[in-house]
């Protein structure tokens, strides 16, 4: 089965370090607050 070229990405990033798990736990919270924001703006939109 062929990975996803961002799975590749992700494991080369986990092997130069832990400074780029910041980067990825940021980038996980970046994700979240977006999906939280459009759950909000629908939830508003709908009332």
């Known amino acids: 089965m062929k990975r996803p070229e961002n799975v590749i990405s992700d494991d080369f ?26 759950y909000i703006t629908d939830g508003i939109k709908n009332k």
């Open 13 to 38: 990033e986990c092997e130069k370090g832990e400074n780029n798990m910041s980067s990825w736990k940021e980038d996980l919270l970046k994700q979240i607050v977006v999906v939280v924001l459009e």
